[in-house]
Nanobody
Framework: VQLQASGGGLVQAGGSLRLSCAAS????????TGWLRQAPGKEREFVAA????????YYADSVKGRFTISRDNAKNTVYLQMNNLKAEDTAVYYC????????????????WGQGTQVTVSS
């Protein structure tokens, strides 16, 4: 599967952005799909994930209540709606996919898209 992330940009604190991850080559329903991020000088970290069936979602504590992951099966695309953005959300965001259910919460995904930069000004 190939993944293409988009939607990043510059936003003021308190604002919103929606990231998209378009999959090609195979149905996104075959994978757990996640969003991960890496800030300058920091390790890559888990942000959110959605199960293969799409019925379960998972979030890092730092984004719970502010971020929402969703999927459009017809478009083979996963989204990350980010609301009430904070300066500490500034990072390169990556979408990733893996066939293993146990991958949730980790950063060890098999397939990766290119990153998209999110910058939140305070």
């Amino acid at each position: 599967v190939q993944l293409q992330a988009s939607g990043g940009g510059l936003v003021q604190a308190g604002g919103s952005l929606r990231l998209s991850c378009a999959a090609s080559g195979r149905s996104i329903r075959s994978y757990v799909t996640g969003w991960l991020r890496q800030a300058p000088g920091k390790e890559r970290e888990f942000v959110a994930a959605i199960s293969r069936a799409g019925g379960s979602t998972y979030y890092a504590d730092s984004v719970k209540g502010r971020f929402t992951i969703s999927r459009d099966n017809a478009k083979n695309t996963v989204y990350l709606q980010m609301n009430n953005l904070k300066a500490e959300d500034t990072a390169v965001y990556y979408c990733a996919a893996d066939g293993r259910s146990g991958i949730v919460g980790t950063t060890d995904y098999e397939y990766w898209g290119q990153g998209t930069q999110v910058t939140v000004s305070s």
